[in-house]
């Protein structure tokens, strides 16, 4: 045989990723606790370089790479430069709260740029060994900012439980992966995709694949019943690394469903289908319910988070173009209006006070009536109060299940979404018909203000106007 040299461009964003990551930490360990703005910097600088490289070398035409393990195509590429977009910011709301707590540290920004490289490689993986390496660099490079506080008990404890439970759904899913190839005798997507459309549907070595691979799916993305590992992490993680773990993540766990049930395993749709009725319903009503009994802010949107891993699930298991479409959109709308929310909560805290508590965000309206007015937009959004996008992504995900005839889990997610209007609304009511406690003024230098604005403010504007961002998925899709 002879060996061919792999096409290197489609994959030249990561390759700049990876070595920009090792340089970032080479340079920091010469930079002073006055100069680790350099690193800050630099890191904020592979992300633009990755999206420019990404942008730049755009093709319409997937292109395949890496002996059929690597694809680049239209998907991967809207997907990455969210990432970037959204990792950056994260660095941008972290650096206030970081230094406050003296942990503004180059740890922090390598195993971001780490935790991006395994997002990147997880969109573009084609193969289920390619899907595998990128979620464990993902996993071990969160696992490990979790614990980035080692003198606080709760992160301590909460990366232990993560990691314990994130070993756990790796190895389901290993083993998922080993009973698909003892099937079909391939782990690469496509051919696993045409094995399965050339054979029956009701080989049982094949099926109880897809059940552990579902299992493992459910365990990343924090769906019930396998979400118990989410509030813990969340309530535990310093708030900075909990904007980090709610947002990008979960457009790599979005592509990597896409990769594995819809490219792969799309012949077995019945199948899967009815596995993802159970756990949208089941997320989208625990979520809901138990947010409303939370008085930590964390763990409320903790709860609201797998409540919304109920909705994008809808849209997954309505098994056509404009299901994955709207469940796309979700899962980037979703991305934002964390992003917002989190920010939101570390624009509050200051050193030596973490604003993690519903009743911090009293009176906020006395305090800031701008900052009032952007968390109300975000909360709004999070209920799917119109005129903000979360109406407009919870209606797209609710029409494409309505259109497979499923009108009772639509009716179903419209009542659960009712019950968690209650739990964003109190927040609201609290910063608007509630005495401050605290009547500090908001401590935060201009960057942050004008981000966080301007996060709000997209949420609205994209509720206002839909159209491009869904054109967008849709096109993609």
Same mark, same amino acid.
């Given at each position: ?10 994959? !030249? ?36 370089? !990755? ?16 002996? /059929? ?15 970037? @977009? ?5 660095? @941008? ?14 740890? %922090?920004?390598?195993? /971001? ?26 996993? +071990? =490079? ?12 709760? =992160? ?13 759904? =790796? ?83 979005? !592509? ?57 699930? +809808? ?16 899962? +980037? ?5 964390? *992003? ?37 937009? *975000?909360?709004? =959004? ?15 995900? @609710?029409? !494409? ?5 499923l009108v009772w889990l639509a009716v179903f997610g419209v009542l659960f979404a009712v019950v968690g209007a209650f739990y964003y609304l109190r927040i609201v ?16 230098? %201009? ?9 709000? *403010? ?10 491009? @961002? ?8």
């Amino acid at each position: 045989m002879n060996f061919e040299i792999p096409d290197f461009a489609p994959a !030249a964003p990561e390759i700049f990723v990876l070595a920009m990551a090792c340089a970032v930490l080479i340079v920091d360990l010469f930079l002073t606790e006055k100069n680790r703005v350099i690193t800050y910097l630099l890191s904020q600088t592979t992300l633009l370089g !990755a999206a420019v490289l990404t942008v730049s070398l755009h093709s319409a035409a997937p292109q395949v790479t890496f002996s /059929g393990t690597f694809i680049s195509d239209s998907l991967a590429d809207v997907l990455k430069v969210f990432i970037y @977009l959204i990792t950056a910011v994260v660095f @941008l709301y972290s650096r206030e709260y970081l230094i406050a707590r003296k942990l503004f540290k180059g740890e %922090f920004f390598v195993l /971001g740029l780490f935790a991006v490289l395994g997002m990147m490689v997880l969109v573009s993986g084609y193969n289920m060994l390619t899907l595998y390496l990128g979620l464990e660099l993902l996993s +071990l =490079s969160m696992y490990a900012m979790v614990a980035m506080h080692r003198d606080s008990m709760p =992160s301590s404890e909460a990366a232990m439980k993560y990691f314990i439970l994130g070993a756990i759904a =790796s190895g389901m899913l290993l083993y998922g992966m080993s009973l698909i190839y003892g099937a079909t005798g391939s782990l690469d997507i496509a051919e696993i995709a045409a094995y399965i459309q050339n054979s029956s549907s009701d080989d049982m070595v094949l099926l109880l694949g897809l059940v552990f691979i579902i299992v493992a799916l459910a365990f990343k993305l924090g769906a019930v019943p396998f979400h118990m590992w989410i509030p813990d992490v969340y309530h535990g993680a310093p708030t900075a690394i909990t904007l980090f773990i709610s947002t990008a993540p979960k457009i790599a766990a979005f !592509a990597m469903v896409m990769r594995l049930l819809t490219d792969g395993l799309g012949g077995l749709l019945t199948q899967w289908q009815d596995i993802l009725v159970i756990l949208a319903a089941l997320s989208i009503a625990v979520g809901n319910v138990v947010a409303i009994a939370q008085g930590n802010i964390k763990r409320m949107l903790a709860y609201s988070t797998i409540s919304h891993v109920g909705f994008l699930f +809808l849209g997954v298991l309505a098994g056509t173009d404009e299901g994955y479409s709207a469940a796309m959109f979700y899962v +980037l709308v979703y991305a934002l209006m964390s *992003l917002g929310a989190f920010g939101m909560v570390i624009l509050l805290s200051r050193a030596g006070f973490e604003a993690d508590n519903i009743a911090d965000f009293k009176g906020l309206n006395e305090r800031s009536p701008w900052f009032a007015f952007m968390m109300l937009i *975000l909360m709004f =959004s999070m209920a799917g109060v119109p005129p903000t996008v979360g109406f407009y992504a919870k209606l797209a995900v @609710l029409s !494409a299940v309505v259109d497979v005839g499923l009108v009772w889990l639509a009716v179903f997610g419209v009542l659960f979404a009712v019950v968690g209007a209650f739990y964003y609304l109190r927040i609201v009511k609290f910063m608007y018909f509630e005495k401050p406690e605290d009547k500090a003024p908001l401590a935060s230098d %201009f960057d942050m203000r004008a981000v966080i604005s301007a996060n709000a *403010l997209v949420v609205l504007a994209l509720g206002i106007f839909p159209g491009s @961002l869904i054109a967008l998925c849709a096109t993609v899709i």
